[in-house]
């Protein structure tokens, strides 16, 4: 029994979406649809999911599945997507899944043979690093999602002594500061592979499928992951920190 | 049939007709409420048909029935047929009959199809050229075969309504709110009748910063949306006395606010909108929040009706908005900078009295003294209807700091009492000059401020003195709420209005 997976993701500049075929563990890439979006994932994400099921003949209610990138990103971006996909998830009655967007843009370089490091873009002068040990085909995660300046993560980076293939829409700003910290073991991935593609998040999800951890699929349960607090309480924190409080 | 529809109806009725009926006659019909059953097919505003019939005894007499000539050919005749013999049925007719003009093969069709079946003939029956009429009856409208009969038609009707976007008036409109700090879904019948209503308040996370902070209201937005639309569906299935929630596919229409609010905020509650909507085919309909802010005014009493004035008054809004008739709004003035409740929550923050500043000040104020200090009257004389706030506040924070380093004691309700009333005086003095040059006899008082008792009471005294009647919602339906949501999102999709896929958050929405 194969099912329809519909998979998307705006927590960048840029809309992933993808639809699949799962059998089993195994899911198979059916389309996609990718393309630059700055501010305006609310307006065209949900028009492009059902072209994209138009286009491929398929109608909304063949669904049997929902997969939605879930951060870290853009807090707003990040809950476009999410939020969009709890309502059509809710109102399709099927279960909904979410994956990291980071492990979606580390699988555009699976056929790579490398340290891979990912660095989004937090903005507030600070990223999104994640390594990922990458094998022809297979992908591993070797850190959780966090937030921090870019000189610390190039710092953390330049301590490894095996060269790591640089990736993610932080190097739009911080390319030159990585390159610098690690001047001899990295390279910079090519600028279009920077953000999550529909094949990535496809690609992420079979991945999380075999190796479990995806939850029970409750709508209501797949949450944003932020990586910070809000300000009004990092504020706050650093108050009761400074002893104010 | 209201009066208001006769002048269509009439002119549909001249139109179609070689002897037509005159305006008198209906206005006589119309009139009759115990022994008539009249509908009429409305989309958007124009009238496009009716039919009416008359009751005696078990017995039902089609009087008319017409649908205007360009909408002819969609089954709009039908589905006329179909509501007002039911109407009658409802009303204790068993048999239904009437005449109808020989030539007219059309509706004979029309009757056979509902059941009734040609007995008799009354020759030259109609004036003119004498046409016979042909006399027609049904069976026992409750007998077994005409009940399928009549269940096939209403069905029928149904789906030609649909193709109208007309509606009989009991459809189930779910609401959705997210524009501040509250998640909230209400399910509502026929925009006026409260199935369900839930609201999941996040003051207790914004409380310990003295004010809503939008990113914390974005994110519990995102992780109360589901369950509170859930926890809708099943009270309104609870309601409506269904085995199990309400059926998203049995709604017809999603309303959902679009703004003005917080964009994070509301992003929230269209996107997850959105996607119910596409995945289940439910059109999507977007209501202006202050617009639900006065139609929470004609949830709670529904003889409140256009024309009339609001002053809405909340944490986020100050406004004045005249509406001389439904669905037509001109916001006459806003605030230029701080709403009313914030510079209550300013206030109470300064004073260290916590959140939110509304309900504390308030209760102090009723223990002061009003004419204590003499605090400014920002824009009273502006010979506008703009609002300003943040002066009063600022003076109300100097005066603190002066007599605090003065080293004097504050006396809080004094503070209060006179600060409220600095507030009342402006926005009373607005409102009277607004009802005034707006001739109307109708205000409404809307938004979280309305559970202010002073600015209610002076309100409603000053306006009452101008002969305009002032009406204020319970308070639950004072503070954001989804039912005020849907009942404007109800009228809005009779109306045919519709949202997008590409629908966006508009933070700075305009009421007209």
Not at chain 1, 70 to 77: A, E, K, V
Not at chain 1, 110 to 134: I, Q
Not at chain 1, 163 to 169: E, F, H, N, R, V
Request: hydrophobic share 45%.
């Amino acid at each position: 029994m194969s099912h329809l997976v519909l998979a998307f993701d705006t927590a960048s500049d840029s809309v992933a979406i993808a639809l699949g075929l799962r059998e089993g563990l195994d899911v198979e890439l059916l389309a996609t649809c990718d393309f630059p979006a700055r501010r305006a994932a609310n307006l065209r994400l949900l028009d492009s999911v059902a072209q994209l099921l138009r286009d491929n003949g398929r109608a909304v209610n063949e669904l049997s599945e929902v997969v939605v990138g879930h951060g870290p990103g853009s807090f707003t971006g990040v809950r476009i997507g999410v939020a969009s996909a709890k309502g059509l998830a809710h109102g399709l009655g099927v279960p909904l899944y979410g994956v990291s967007t980071l492990d979606a843009v580390a699988w555009r370089l699976a056929d790579r043979d490398t340290l891979v490091g990912v660095v989004a873009d937090a903005m507030r002068s600070e990223v999104y690093p994640v390594l990922f040990r990458v094998e022809p085909g297979h992908v591993e995660r070797l850190g959780p999602d966090r937030v921090m300046r870019p000189e610390y993560a190039a710092a953390e980076f330049a301590e490894i002594s095996e060269p790591i293939l640089l990736t993610g829409d932080g190097l739009g700003k911080y390319s030159s500061l990585f390159t610098d910290a690690l001047p001899n073991h990295s390279t910079i991935a090519e600028e279009p592979l920077w953000t999550p593609s529909g094949a990535g998040l496809i690609a992420a999800y079979q991945a999380a499928l075999s190796s479990g951890g995806l939850g029970d699929g409750d709508p209501a349960l797949v949450l944003p992951v932020y990586t910070r607090m809000s300000d009004a309480e990092e504020n706050e924190q650093r108050r009761i920190r400074d002893g104010a409080l | 049939m209201r009066n208001s529809d006769i002048d269509a109806v009439h002119a549909i009725e001249t139109a179609v007709f070689p002897s037509p009926w005159s305006r008198a006659m209906f206005m006589e019909e119309s009139a009759r409420e115990n022994d008539r059953v009249w509908i009429v097919a409305e989309a958007g505003n124009e009238l496009l048909g009716y039919a009416g019939i008359m009751l005696v005894g078990e017995d039902a007499h089609i009087m008319n029935l017409a649908v205007r000539r360009d909408a002819r050919g969609r089954g709009l005749g039908s589905a006329l047929l179909s509501a007002v013999i039911d109407g009658a049925v409802c009303r204790g007719a068993v048999h239904v009959t009437l005449e109808v003009r020989e030539s007219n093969v059309a509706a004979i069709g029309l009757y056979e199809s509902a059941g009734l079946h040609d007995v008799g003939m009354r020759p030259g029956y109609y004036s003119g050229g004498g046409e016979n009429a042909v006399i027609m009856w049904s069976d026992d409208m409750n007998a077994p075969g005409m009940q399928a009969r009549r269940g096939q038609l209403a069905a029928r009707a149904e789906s030609v309504l649909a193709d109208f976007e007309l509606h009989d008036g009991s459809e189930l409109v779910l609401g959705i709110e997210s524009s501040c700090d509250e998640t909230a879904a209400s399910v509502m019948r026929g925009g006026n009748e409260l199935v369900s209503s839930v609201v999941a308040s996040q003051i207790v996370f914004h409380s310990r910063f003295g004010g809503v902070v939008p990113e914390i209201a974005s994110r519990k937005h995102t992780e109360a949306i589901v369950g509170v639309i859930d926890e809708a569906l099943a009270r309104a299935g609870e309601s409506l006395g269904l085995d199990g929630p309400l059926p998203i596919g049995d709604l017809s229409a999603i309303a959902v606010t679009h703004g003005p609010g917080l964009v994070g905020a509301l992003v929230v509650g269209l996107a997850y909108a959105k996607g119910l909507s596409l995945a289940t085919g439910v059109p999507l309909v977007g209501v202006n929040h202050l617009e639900g802010h006065i139609f929470a005014n004609m949830l709670a009493d529904p003889t409140v009706e256009p024309p009339l004035v609001a002053l809405l008054v909340s944490g986020g809004h100050t406004s004045l908005v005249h509406m001389p008739a439904w669905g037509e709004y001109h916001t006459l003035g806003e605030t230029l900078d701080d709403a009313t409740g914030e510079a209550f929550d300013k206030v109470a923050k300064v004073l260290g009295l916590g959140y939110p500043g509304g309900p504390i000040l308030s209760t102090y104020a009723a223990d002061g003294d009003p004419a204590a200090i003499d605090f400014p009257r920002a824009m009273m004389r502006s010979g506008d209807y703009a609002f300003s706030l943040s002066g009063l506040k600022t003076a109300v924070i100097n005066h603190i700091r002066h007599e605090r380093e003065a080293g004097r004691e504050i006396d809080i309700p004094d503070l209060a009492a006179s600060f409220q009333q600095a507030v009342i005086d402006v926005q009373v003095s607005k409102s009277v000059r607004a009802a005034e040059e707006c001739g109307v006899k109708m205000f409404c008082l809307a938004g979280g401020v309305a559970a202010n008792a002073a600015l209610r009471e002076a309100l409603r005294e000053a306006l009452e003195a101008i002969g305009v009647r002032m009406s204020v919602p319970p308070f639950a339906l004072c503070t954001d709420n989804a039912a005020m949501i849907a009942a404007a999102g109800t009228y809005r999709f009779r109306r045919g209005e519709r949202l997008g896929l590409d629908a966006e958050a508009v933070p700075g929405l305009r009421l007209g």
